[in-house]
């Protein structure tokens, strides 16, 4: 599978930016992962092929997750920014039954785009 990310960039606290990923694979989990500096990999929400999402408590209710056919694009649409959630954002994807949420789980990797918030 082969994912192409984008979308990151410059913004202010409180504002809101939208990520993309296009997978060239329909029936794929796509996730979003993000690893701030210095720390871990931290999963975000994900979404199988048939729009059913998973999402960590820790986004849950700022960040949105949605799929659009048939160029299977997987957006992760963020609101209410803080310095927090500056960070290098992965989509990763996987063949599966069920949405995993860790990292090692995901056996494709798209590169990575960097989100900075300013506070």
């Known amino acids: 599978v082969q994912l192409q990310a984008s979308g990151g960039g410059l913004v202010q606290a409180g504002g809101s930016l939208r990520l993309s990923c296009v997978s060239s694979?329909?029936?794929?989990?796509v996730a979003w992962f993000r690893q701030a500096p210095g720390k871990g990999r931290e999963f975000l929400a994900a979404?199988?092929?048939?729009?059913?999402?998973k999402y960590a408590a820790s986004v849950k209710g700022r960040f949105t997750i949605s799929r659009e056919y048939p160029n299977d694009t997987v957006w992760l649409q963020m609101t209410d920014l803080n310095a927090e959630d500056t960070a290098v954002y992965y989509c990763?994807?996987?063949?599966?039954?069920?949405?995993?949420?860790?990292?090692?789980?995901?056996?494709?990797w798209g590169q990575g785009t960097l989100v900075t918030v300013s506070s």
């Open positions: 990763a994807a996987v063949y599966a039954r069920d949405i995993p949420t860790t990292e090692t789980a995901y056996t494709s």
């Open positions: 694979e329909r029936t794929v989990n």
């Open positions: 979404i199988n092929w048939n729009y059913r999402p």
